[in-house]
C-alpha cells in the first residue's frame, strides 16, 4: 500500500512539474508577441520621429481605372454607408485613384479605395466611408480633380497616423 501512494505522490510531482514547465512556456510566448508587438508599433511610428514620409497606402492609375469592378447597390445600406456605396458608384475612378486609409491594402489585398466597395468591407469601417464621403465632396461640390482629393485625402490621414 505505501509504495502505490509513493508512486502516486511521485506522479502528481511530476504532473506539477511538467503543468509548471507548460505555463512557464506559455508565458514567455506570450511576453515575446507583446515584445514584437511593441517593437512593430515603434516602428509604424518612427517614420514621424524619423524625418521620414508616412507610408502612402495603395492606390491606382488612371489608367488602372478603365478596368474596375462593379461596387454593390447603396440601396443594400443605411445612413452614411449608403452615401458612400452611392458616392461609390458616383466617382468609382476618382475612388480607385486613392489609397484608402485603414491600410487594407496590406490585410486584404486591396488596390485602392474602390476595392472597398466592390464587397461589404466599406460597411464595417468607418474610415472607408469617411474618406469616399471626402472624395465626393471634394470632387462634386468643390470641383477638385481626383490628383487633388488624392493629395488633399494623404495630407489629412497621413497627418493623423
Same mark, same amino acid.
Given at each position: ?102 491600410? !487594407? ?19 464595417? !469601417?468607418?474610415? !472607408? ?33
Amino acid at each position: 500500500m505505501n509504495k502505490k501512494l509513493g508512486l502516486i505522490i511521485v506522479i502528481l510531482v511530476l504532473s506539477a512539474v511538467v503543468v509548471g514547465l507548460v505555463q512557464s512556456q506559455k508565458g514567455r510566448n506570450q511576453a515575446a508577441r507583446i515584445d514584437e508587438h511593441s517593437s512593430q508599433k515603434a516602428t509604424s511610428h518612427t517614420s514621424h520621429s524619423t524625418g521620414a514620409p508616412p507610408r502612402v497606402p495603395a492606390y491606382q492609375s488612371v489608367a488602372e481605372t478603365k478596368s474596375l469592378g462593379p461596387t454593390l447597390a447603396a440601396d443594400q445600406f443605411i445612413g452614411k454607408t449608403r452615401a458612400a456605396y452611392k458616392a461609390a458608384k458616383e466617382i468609382p475612378a476618382t475612388l480607385a485613384q486613392l489609397p484608402c486609409y485603414c491600410n !487594407c491594402d496590406v490585410g486584404y489585398g486591396h488596390k485602392s479605395l474602390h476595392s472597398c466597395f466592390e464587397d461589404d468591407h466599406a460597411a464595417h !469601417c468607418a474610415v !472607408c466611408v469617411d474618406e469616399a464621403l471626402l472624395a465626393y465632396q471634394l470632387q462634386t461640390e468643390q470641383k477638385m480633380s481626383p490628383e487633388q482629393v488624392r493629395a488633399l485625402i494623404i495630407e489629412k490621414y497621413s497627418s493623423s497616423n
